[in-house]
């Protein structure tokens, strides 16, 4: 693990004018995370005086907060489950140093497997629940490499937000250490903090919180035992990127393929099937021996619903998506991301003709095919982890979602680093299937990019 030298500990509270005192309801979209926990990303960034970013960060964060006050309140688990916000709270902020190794940036921000380890001293811990049960639900963290950059360190809860609104909040942040405040038309939009907007006549919060209780006080269903009882080595984690020529080279390979739909799918589903396939191939996603194996996604439903959502709308707004392929289909070596791309683009068009059709049963039908080592998707090429992040020293050189690894077979989806339409592929697994996803990986891009 990274040697990191805290600095400083900093309580930043929104910047005037705030809301004395304020509670949110949570929603049934909400009440689904109470118990996962924080995503957590980090943003690289290259500065030849990392230094002199920290007081720009701190200075800028109120301005960002009296948007997003609710980061800087608590979420209680009490009756009525509401997010509560008063004057005084504030949201934990950590300027940190790491160890003088000149390289060591350089390594942490390649594309290629790097150790994980080195990675968490850069991740800001949520503080404990509190007596009462009510919790923090965000923090951040600066670490700066003398003479190199400095890595951004972003952790927000689920329950509070989907990854929409917490990349809303970071672009925020960026434009108002970047442009010295938000009052300029540059700025990103405000949120929209009003839970009312989201209709629940048929009571899904209830019941989602029911099936939860229920879920609690039986325990979920086991997980089958690893392929090898033996000590895990360290995790690595990688990312894969995809040229917007590699992407479309996938996207007309897997439309032309018998087994697919003839349907062009979209950078999301092309990508999500080609990891998928080399997830599978390398063992690390499925139950040996299976037939049939799972994926599972996050829709985004903003959009959806009727009426729709506006696209600032702060809160989760997703629901969750169910693939199933015969396991001989991805493993066919000319086929298989075919096949999986048809199967989630089917599981997307069935979802679009109901949006909540089925609510009531999420939960229990998540935790049906948890035992069967589902792949899933954290993240996605539209959010704009890259884009808009700019804090006045220019883009990101990397962006890694590293709470994937606490769901084993789940990948992060992010577009390109250099905004020209390419898709970003972030993983972590052991060397041998690390090994083994990169070799199924550039094999499968290397067939199908047109630029060849």
């Known amino acids: 693990m990274a040697e990191v030298r805290v600095l400083e500990r900093i309580r930043v509270a929104p910047a005037p004018p705030t809301p004395s005192a304020a509670e949110i309801p949570i929603t049934f979209f909400d009440a689904a995370w109470l118990f996962t926990g924080p995503v957590e990303r980090l943003f690289f960034y290259r500065h030849p005086d990392p230094r002199s970013a920290l007081p720009l960060l701190a200075s800028s964060l109120p301005h960002a907060l009296r948007r997003f006050f609710p980061l800087a309140g608590t979420l209680s688990l009490a009756a009525g489950h509401r997010f509560a916000y008063a004057h005084g709270d504030a949201l934990a902020l950590v300027l940190a140093e790491s160890s003088p190794d000149e390289d060591d940036f350089d390594r942490l921000v390649a594309t290629g497997p790097r150790d994980l380890r080195k990675m968490r001293a850069f991740v800001p811990c949520l503080p404990p629940p509190r007596e009462d049960g009510a919790f923090e639900v965000a923090a951040v963290q600066a670490t700066v490499f003398p003479g190199r950059g400095l890595c951004l360190g972003v952790s927000v809860h689920h329950a509070a937000c989907d990854d929409a609104s917490a990349t809303l909040f970071v672009r925020t942040w960026a434009a108002a250490c970047r442009l010295g405040g938000l009052d300029g038309a540059d700025a990103p939009p405000a949120p929209v903090l009003d839970r009312s907007l989201v209709a629940d006549p048929d009571d899904l919060l209830s019941k989602t919180l029911a099936g939860m209780k229920r879920m609690l006080a039986s325990g979920p269903p086991p997980l089958p035992p690893p392929a090898q009882e ?7 984690i990688a990312s894969f990127p995809l040229t917007r020529d590699q992407i479309d080279g996938i996207k007309d390979a897997a439309a032309a393929e018998p087994a697919g739909t003839q349907r062009r799918p979209s950078s999301f589903v092309a990508a999500s099937a ?3 396939v080399c997830l599978l191939r390398s063992r690390s996603v499925g139950v040996d021996g299976a037939a049939r194996s799972h994926m599972l996604f996050s829709a985004e439903c903003r959009s959806r619903l009727a009426p729709p959502l506006p696209a600032e709308y702060f809160g989760n707004c997703l629901r969750p998506c169910f693939v199933e392929v015969a396991t001989a289909e991805l493993a066919d070596g000319d086929g298989g991301v075919a096949a999986a791309a048809a199967a989630i683009g089917s599981a997307i068009r069935e979802m679009e ?9 999420w939960l229990g039908k998540v ?3 948890l035992p069967q080592r589902p792949m899933s998707v954290g993240g996605s090429p539209r959010h704009g982890v890259y884009e808009g992040t700019d804090f006045g020293w220019g883009r990101p050189c990397r962006v890694e979602m590293v709470s994937i690894e606490k769901t084993p077979g789940t990948v992060s989806l992010a577009e390109g680093p250099d905004g020209k339409g ?4 972030g993983v972590v697994l052991p060397p041998d299937a690390m090994e083994s996803f990169a070799s199924c990986f550039h094999d499968i891009v290397r067939l199908s990019d047109k630029s060849v």
């Open 353 to 361: 003709r109901g949006v909540l059709e089925g609510a009531e049963g």
């Open 274 to 276: 080609l990891a998928w």
């Open 367 to 369: 935790l049906s095919v």
């Open 422 to 425: 390419g898709v970003e592929v």
């Open 230 to 236: 033996t000590e895990m080595p360290a995790p690595l």
